[in-house]
């Protein structure tokens, strides 16, 4: 469930393809367990009179400053006051293929530090601390005046937002994001410490990590090992940690309220029925067919060999993970009875609207989304940017050479002042970058260009200059120097001199969209607006209706939520909370010990030893979505019981609506990772080191 957004080096992130093609999302009234809450507005009296648990100041800000997140997508947790943090394996995989050689294959074969001095510097890793929530929602409104246009408005806002950040960072040298909440009705000011000496310590093998592969993704019960543990460094030496998460092994049993606090990418709740539409019938069945070209893409290149399988696995493992999560997505928008009762909560909600004369001006709002969902379409192919990493460096420091002539608060957002040193990081990273595959990812995106635009196309022509996509990709890779860092630190110190005179046949390329890019960038942000001061008008309704029990959609910053550790039903089949250790073994040798049910070596060696009545997975009924992934699950007394790292089928639903029925948030036991530690991995010191 590693929901990552998507950037213009790391755009191989599939399942972030789809922000692309997505309208911003909007609050919606809560029931139940359900609701992905800020820090500084929990729901007390909700879990006063639900669960009879009122959390205090202080065990809220414990919790906050105790959660991590993962710049390349995913949550995590400090666990030690020595720097341990500990996130999900696939939230770290991306770092694991990075660091990862033909000779070392740390993803597949599992790494061990015996000692802080054997712990692997990561190459581009920054991970984030909240530290603070300011609303600056005053401020922003205020820069935006009833006369201007939508396109002044867009920037006007833009202008503020980044004036925001450059103070707030100047003034406190936290990393500074102005973050839109509710559609455009709120705007708060996050603060974060930035770790970027981040050092790898114990991962175990993919083997036991995705333990039944795709076939068991998304499916429960299961029997997952999805943690691996990093250290992060101050000046140095392993840096000391306040606040972080006691350990409770004998914790989230069955019925036991649990807390998740993480990153959720994003959710959809309550667009309009129009907007649902939209994503049923346009956008989603387009991410789809994308998902699908890449996954066979990947799949073909893996077969080549070894290494290329070693290559690929990460992308394959994020193409197919994001597949499988926007088939269940689109499966819930296709079923008529969601999109039925939609149209009927949001026609009583207009009735109501309609019928006090002070609010029925806001009914304008949907009508407004309406006319900008059908620019969205003429808009959707019409794209200017390829997904391949090198690419992905070309057109950032194209796109940072002009931007970087502008004044900070005119900038496109990724190039402000308060993101650079962030962005210098993932350009000038160490990371390696494999020609051939490259080749293969940048000539199917030229392919897609003509698919997209057709031939004739002036930019698909000038793109491809009279060759074929597969030449023009090795022409390209073979000519390109931008696999060395040194050379991406020339042309971007160089600005906009060292891109005029480059002569680099990826930087041409680049320049060659630039135009086009900014064209439908600057049309987009049109589009944005003009729906971010629509659903400013629903979130407005919204309150006046639903008064304080609204929450706002996920927006990949840090939120509460809470639930029941639950076991359900479905198709007649009773799924227990809880599996064990001891349950692995069983549900390999249920599948004859066939790929991908197959236990890891050191697993079956250390089988006498272990506890097999440990907890290993839970399910609980927390209100969670992609990003959540790593996330630490804790008690009413703070104290972690286990790790988030997926949801079960019946929750993939859970960007549009919540339902505490059949659906569930999957976490790994803080129990079975702790006994994994001792028994079967030989690491006692680090078992020892969590919660101390």
Same mark, same amino acid.
């Given at each position: ?18 922000? &692309? ?6 609050? %919606? @009234? ?33 919790? %906050? ?42 993803n597949e074969n599992g790494f061990l530090a015996a000692s802080t001095a054997d712990e692997i510097k990561t190459p581009d890793l920054e991970l984030n601390q909240l530290i603070s ?16 246009? /939508? ?17 707030? &960072? ?57 943690? @691996? &543990? ?23 049993? #069955? ?79 296709? #079923? ?62 194209? =796109? ?50 003509? #698919? ?56 041409? &390329? ?9 064209? /439908? ?48 039903? @479905? ?38 030893? %272990? ?28 104290? %972690? /019981? ?19 029925? /059949? ?10 990772? =702790?006994?994994? =530690? ?15």
């Amino acid at each position: 469930m590693n929901t990552q957004p998507l950037g213009l080096i790391g755009s191989q992130k599939w399942i972030g393809v789809v922000t &692309l093609l997505l309208v911003s999302a909007v609050p %919606m @009234t809560s029931s139940g367990d359900e609701g992905m809450w800020l820090f500084n507005a929990t729901p007390t009296k909700q879990l006063q009179a639900i669960h009879g648990f009122e959390p205090s100041q202080p065990w809220l800000d414990h919790l %906050m400053l105790s959660s991590v997140r993962f710049n390349s997508g995913g949550s995590a947790s400090f666990v030690s006051s020595q720097g341990l943090v500990l996130t999900n394996h696939h939230v770290a995989s991306d770092t694991l293929y990075k660091l990862s050689t033909a000779e070392h294959n740390y993803n597949e074969n599992g790494f061990l530090a015996a000692s802080t001095a054997d712990e692997i510097k990561t190459p581009d890793l920054e991970l984030n601390q909240l530290i603070s929530i300011e609303d600056v929602t005053e401020r922003v409104n205020a820069s935006i005046k009833e006369s201007m246009t /939508v396109q002044e408005a867009a920037k006007a806002r833009q202008a503020k937002m980044a004036s925001i950040e450059k103070e707030s &960072l100047d003034a406190t040298g936290l990393r500074s994001d102005v973050v839109t909440l509710y559609g455009g009705g709120r705007y708060h000011l996050y603060r974060y410490k930035k770790y970027t000496d981040v050092r790898l310590v114990w991962a175990p093998e993919a083997g036991a990590a995705f333990f039944g592969g795709d076939a068991d993704n998304f499916e429960y019960p299961r029997f997952c090992l999805d943690v @691996t &543990l990093f250290r992060v460094y101050e000046n140095g030496k392993p840096a000391v940690i306040e606040h972080f998460l006691k350990m409770d092994p004998k914790g989230a049993r #069955d019925q036991d309220l649990v807390f998740v606090s993480g990153n959720p990418g994003r959710t959809r709740r309550i667009f309009t029925h129009d907007a649902i539409e939209y994503q049923r019938d346009v956008a989603m069945p387009r991410t789809m067919n994308l998902l699908r070209r890449k996954e066979i893409l990947m799949q073909q290149y893996a077969l080549a060999g070894p290494e290329q399988q070693r290559r690929s696995r990460d992308d394959l493992f994020g193409i197919q993970n994001s597949r499988k999560a926007y088939t269940g997505m689109l499966a819930g928008l296709q #079923d008529p009875s969601f999109t039925a009762s939609k149209k009927q909560q949001e026609t009583e909600l207009l009735s109501r609207l309609s019928q006090d004369r002070k609010l029925a001006p806001l009914t304008k709002a949907w009508e407004q989304i309406r006319a900008s969902l059908e620019k969205r379409r003429e808009l959707l192919t019409q794209g200017a940017t390829l997904r391949s990493r090198l690419y992905g460096i070309a057109e950032t420091l194209t =796109l940072m050479a002009s931007e970087d002539r502008k004044s900070n608060g005119d900038r496109l957002r990724e190039f402000r002042d308060s993101n650079r040193e962030s962005l210098l990081q993932e350009l000038l990273s160490e990371a390696p970058i494999y020609e051939d595959l490259e080749r293969l990812q940048l000539a199917d995106e030229l392919a897609r260009l003509i #698919d997209d635009r057709g031939a004739n196309d002036p930019l698909v022509i000038a793109a491809l200059a009279g060759k074929s996509p597969k030449q023009r990709a090795a022409e390209i890779i073979a000519g390109t120097k931008l696999t060395a860092v040194s050379e991406r630190k020339r042309i971007s110190e160089g600005g906009t001199q060292a891109i005029s005179e480059s002569k680099d046949p990826l930087i041409l &390329l680049a320049k060659s969209f630039e135009s086009e890019y900014r064209r /439908v960038h600057e049309a987009t942000d049109s589009l944005e607006e003009q729906e971010r001061q629509a659903y400013a008008k629903v979130t407005e309704a919204k309150f006046a209706v639903g008064g304080d029990s609204v929450y706002p959609d996920a927006t990949f910053t840090l939120r509460l939520a809470f639930g029941k550790v639950l076991g359900y039903e @479905t198709e007649g089949k009773k799924i227990p909370a809880q599996t064990t250790l001891g349950g692995a073994f069983s549900h390999e040798s249920l599948h004859l010990e066939k790929d991908p049910w197959v236990l890891p070596e050191s697993w079956h060696t250390a089988k006498s030893k %272990m506890n097999a009545d440990t907890p290993f997975n839970f399910v609980c009924t927390a209100d969670i979505i992609g990003g959540n992934s790593g996330s630490p699950v804790v008690s009413r007394d703070g104290a %972690m /019981v286990g790790i988030i790292f997926d949801g079960n089928i019946e929750s993939l639903t859970a960007d549009f609506y919540y339902t505490d029925n /059949v659906s569930r948030a999957v976490a790994v036991h803080i129990a079975g990772v =702790l006994e994994s =530690l001792r028994s079967i991995y030989n690491a006692p010191h680090l078992a020892d080191e969590m919660g101390r």
